[in-house]
């Protein structure tokens, strides 16, 4: 249960107190204190539908986002309470991975509600918070703030029947300001009167009268982020990072992994590793179903399979020095041998490999007509590299298995996955176990694998202790899911400064994360009035283990799209700006791009002089945000060295819920694009990842990173869209299209390394 | 080994070979410094060894004998931050915030020795601190905040 004590006799009301001061047993059992309780059994059920059930059609565009999460009647008292003393407290789902999104979402509940900012706050999330999902897509305020925002809709308009009964006076006559009911003669009554000795009942209602964004107070403003000041001051405590979760009797375990992929374990000895001050355990571990009875692994994606041995001690440099000991003794086979990685590190010979399967993500008219209406025909191949998440804090994950019950502690994306799949691997139904989530490194979908979880499940189940498990940076960087590469064919047909036929091919492996790129394929051509496109995905299967990076392959396939729109601009002798200006028909996305281009000075340069500027745009039909850029390069020619000097960047989310988040994640994922395309990619070789630290594996320094300029575009009339992601999308190819016009040189693939320009360079 | 902390004599009994980043972690609970990759190239664990920064991945527990070593939670607290910790809450400048302690100790660390820095200088003060969110430009802004507030 989630209200059970953090360990047995240990202080169980100051382990689960949120930020509101309340603690979760006192909010679920009332103590006297709460008025409302999280109705969980009701939750789960609805959690149910909501998995099941296709969005109900909402009439309000502003509440559509959310309704997908309110199943078929999704109880209000899980969404929401108010305390005695007035304080509302939100349940919803999501993480926060370092966006800000709660802070976001409780904006939004303040403005619904009436009330100042200071008096709602968010719970801790665990496996009873309501289901808003796991974080990523971009969803955090866009989909969940609108489920949120719906619930305290409804909660005012509950609120606002029980006062009118109580003052006696029409509903609509009633006013709400700052936490209380006004009747129009004066009298009035607060929220936590009229909940007083009740509860609320009835179910969110989708249909349910929203404010009018044009009244909003607290939305729209640069709220401080809720989580900041306890990050920055190392506070402690239920909230603070999974990472500072030390739970009395906790074990650390550190694992000793294969040499290779795919290598078997021989033998190890123990012994002398059990001798070791501070060694308690050396634990087996064999994540395969078929070696292990009980160990139920159906229904969980891409979990690692394989043999490792887990030290475990009471602390950690004894179960590090007791891995280093083990691995002296332990013999392996050798492992399986790879796809060699292309000395190029560029990825054509995806498309030679068998295709299992292809995806049509997009189709519009016919490439046959397309290019027989062209004069001219482009083409050409573009190639992405196997990219790392590189959080700066590995995996960590801590697991408590007791008889008849599991208790997790995780910074996982999404609580509920990971309680269902603990669930499957011990064959208990999933209210025997508990999942409490805390913030975590900044890991960009490397959270939707609980690797670190199902391991300290494992050595938990064996030794009965609470169990955590943090991987070493080698382990992260060989063993984590990664992104895996891409290799594209592009061709278009041309009739005088227009593209007639805009044909896709991408070669990828259908993993995880890939499964996922078709709906972004989607997202790259659509908003161009290109009469005949062609987008199709070809799967193929390709070594290494492949996982959910940001945005999910889309940045990618951006890439290539907007890598491809310069050069058939250029092929058309037409300016870049003005040839994806004159085939878009989108307000939106005809002023994102004008707006990065006049704050650039945009002007295509006739003569490269070794300064330039490039432009690329993105819009995401699921988050429903648009986004241009312009990157400003100076390229030295002797080296091959880019320095990328600023970027510009259109954005428009609609309306903009708080407008530091916004800049600070455009900031962010222009900055982390910028080191995908500039540094990054995994090497390997004899059956290994070979860049295991951050000298290997280099991503962008503070003397590289690029001023970044954030033009927001706020829409107060449209409902806010997606931001976490947005922002990376046009970033490589903005860089790789100022490169050209800062040299003449064409890059067609990730990293944009000195050795690689220098190359195109000559070739020029 | 006999030390001060956070302004306090203390006595740790663990193993003299074991990094300090362990011992502040396990042995006094410590919240601030990170374990990141334990090779001393991310900064995530960084202190400060008698003002210095310094990172405790790479100080084993027998090095700071008689030292005074400083964590994030020695700097200030949530109701008193220092000057750069809250230039850092001013400028908003965390997302995920793990590198955090990081950036705070080696700008403070660097402040102290360098009270009024160029950009620049800051910049390669800080240039091996790694951030994977792109904080970097908060992070610029809260130091230069905290330089001409004249204080660490
Ligand atoms: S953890 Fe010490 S430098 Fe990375
Ligand atoms: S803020 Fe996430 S690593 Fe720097």
Known sequence: MASSPAYPGGPEPAGFEGPSGWTRRQFLFGAGALIITFSTAANLLARGAAAAAPPAPAVNPWAAPGVGYLGNGSPLSSWIAITADGRILISQSQPDVGTGAQTGMLQIAADELYVPFERVSMLPIDSSSANTGGVGGSTGVHRAGAAVRLAAATARETLRSLAAAALGVAGDTLVPRDGAFHAPDGRSVTYAQLVAGKQLTGNVDPNVHLRSSATYEVVGTPVPRIDIPAKLTGTGGPTDYLVNQRV?????????????????????????????????????????????????????????????????????????????????????????????????????????????????????????????????????????????????????????????????????????????????????????????????SGVYGRGWNDDAVYEALFISRAIGLPVRVQWMRQEEFQWSTMQGPKFFRMRGGLNGNRVTAFQFDVYTDKDFGDTWMGQNGIAIAPLYTFPHISQVIHYVSNPMRKGLLRAVGAPSNCFAVESFMDELAYAAGVDPLEFRLSQLSDPRAIAVLTRAAEAAGWKAHTKPSGRGLGIATFFDPGAQTYV??????????????????????????????????????????????????????VRYADGMVQTVDWISYPILHFSEVPEVVPLIIDRPDIPPGGVGELATMPVSAAIANAIYDATGARIRSWPFTPDKVKAALAAV | MHFRLNGRPVESAFDPTSPLLYVLRDEFALNGPKFGCGLGECGACTVLMDDAPARSCQIPLAAVQGHAVTTLEGLGTLEHPSVVQQAFIEEQAAQCGYCINGMIMQATGFLKQNPHPTRQEIIQAMDNNMCRCGTHLRILAAIEKAAAKGGV
């Open chain 1, 628 to 681: 241009a850029d312009v990157a400003q390069v100076a390229v030295d020619k002797a080296t091959g060295q880019v320095r990328v000097e600023r970027m510009y960047v259109g954005f428009d989310c609609g309306l903009v819920v708080n407008p530091n988040g916004v800049r600070l994640q455009i900031e962010g994922g222009t900055i982390q694009a910028t080191s995908w395309c500039m540094k990054e990619s």
């Open chain 1, 248 to 440: 009395p009797g906790m074990v650390h375990a550190r694992l000793l992994r294969p040499p290779a992929y795919g290598a078997q374990l021989l033998s190890y000895d123990a012994r002398p590793v059990l001798k070791m001050p501070g060694v308690v355990a050396v634990v087996p571990l064999d994540l395969d179903p078929e070696h292990v009875p009980g160990w139920n692994t159906s229904g969980i994606t891409n979990m690692e399979m394989g043999q490792f041995v887990a030290v475990v001690a009471t602390n950690e440099w004894a179960a590090i020095q007791g891995v280093q000991a083990l691995a002296k003794t332990a013999r392996w086979t050798a492992g399986e041998p790879l796809i060699p990685q292309p000395a190029s590190n560029t990825y054509e010979y995806l498309a030679t490999l068998p295709v299992f399967s292809t995806q049509v993500a997009n189709a519009r008219g016919s490439m046959v007509r397309g290019f027989s209406q062209a004069s001219r025909q482009i083409a050409a191949e573009y190639s992405t590299p196997y990219l790392a998440n590189a959080p700066i804090g590995p995996s960590t994950g801590m697991v408590w298995v007791k008889p008849g019950e599991v208790e997790v502690w995780s910074d996982s994306q999404n609580v509920f996955s990971t309680q269902t799949q603990v669930a499957n691997l011990m064959g208990l139904p999933t209210s025997a176990v508990t999942v409490h989530n805390f913030p975590g």
